[in-house]
């Protein structure tokens, strides 16, 4: 399950997230949509635990993603936009990679 509770994220004077929150149910499908600069690569790297929010709670079962990254990171897939690495790949070798690097089981 994912929980997100009051969650905002400010980049010195510019705010990124504003009080955002949400429930995700595990087995549960969730799109995040909106435009370029609406938040979204943010939000996304908020609940990995690559950035750390201004204030608010983030639980990805039960676990702080600031605290347990790497835990989290086995649970949560992400792709970023541009990752560049691997352009040979085709979508699945990348995903299996990624597995596999971080314990994932194929």
């Given at each position: 399950m994912i929980s997100i509770h009051d969650l905002w994220k400010d980049y010195n004077s510019k705010t990124a997230?504003?009080?955002?929150?949400?429930?995700?149910?595990?087995?549960?499908?969730?799109?995040?949509?909106?435009?370029?600069?609406?938040?979204?690569?943010?939000?996304?790297?908020?609940?990995?635990g690559i950035t750390k929010p201004t204030k608010g709670k983030v639980r990805v079962n039960d676990m702080d993603p600031s605290e347990s990254e790497t835990e989290v990171k086995k649970m949560v897939g992400y792709v970023p936009e541009s990752p560049h690495l691997y352009e040979s790949l085709s979508p699945r070798e990348f995903f299996e990679f990624i597995g596999s690097v971080r314990g994932v089981p194929t």
């Amino acid at each position: 399950m994912i929980s997100i509770h009051d969650l905002w994220k400010d980049y010195n004077s510019k705010t990124a997230l504003r009080g955002i929150d949400l429930e995700i149910e595990e087995g549960e499908i969730f799109g995040l949509l909106g435009p370029n600069g609406s938040g979204k690569s943010t939000l996304m790297k908020t609940l990995i635990g690559i950035t750390k929010p201004t204030k608010g709670k983030v639980r990805v079962n039960d676990m702080d993603p600031s605290e347990s990254e790497t835990e989290v990171k086995k649970m949560v897939g992400y792709v970023p936009e541009s990752p560049h690495l691997y352009e040979s790949l085709s979508p699945r070798e990348f995903f299996e990679f990624i597995g596999s690097v971080r314990g994932v089981p194929t």
